[in-house]
Nanobody, 116 residues
Framework: QVQLVESGGGLVQAGGSLRLSCTASGLTFNQYTIAWFRQAPGKEREFVASHVHKDGSSYYADSVKGRFTISRVNAQNTVYLQMNALKPEDTAVYYC?????????WGQGTQVIVSS
């Protein structure tokens, strides 16, 4: 059974930093691309960043490029999202996600609140 558990959210002032973690279980972690999404109140869930397992490449939404960094430690079954220069518009619930066998798996989310 695949499980994803996020942590690391919290309240931070604009300009500050947070590091989110997502730990996976129930699968061979290094065989999957994994992504971060976020959902702000009243908005659709949106893509933030992804890390491709095959070649280690990373992709980012334009809104976070240059401020967020996705990384993974396969030995720990964990993916991180380092978030710097946070803005109030980054306030959202952040989710990690991967796809296995055509099924999308999601964690429970971790709340990030950026105060101005």
């Amino acid at each position: 059974q695949v499980q994803l558990v996020e942590s690391g959210g919290g309240l931070v002032q604009a300009g500050g930093s947070l590091r989110l973690s997502c730990t996976a279980s129930g699968l061979t972690f290094n065989q999957y691309t994994i992504a971060w999404f976020r959902q702000a109140p009243g908005k659709e869930r949106e893509f933030v960043a992804s890390h491709v397992h095959k070649d280690g490449s990373s992709y980012y939404a334009d809104s976070v490029k240059g401020r967020f960094t996705i990384s993974r430690v396969n030995a720990q079954n964990t993916v991180y999202l380092q978030m710097n220069a946070l803005k109030p518009e980054d306030t959202a619930v952040y989710y990690c996600s991967l796809q296995q066998g055509g099924v999308d798996y999601w964690g429970q989310g971790t709340q990030v609140i950026v105060s101005s």
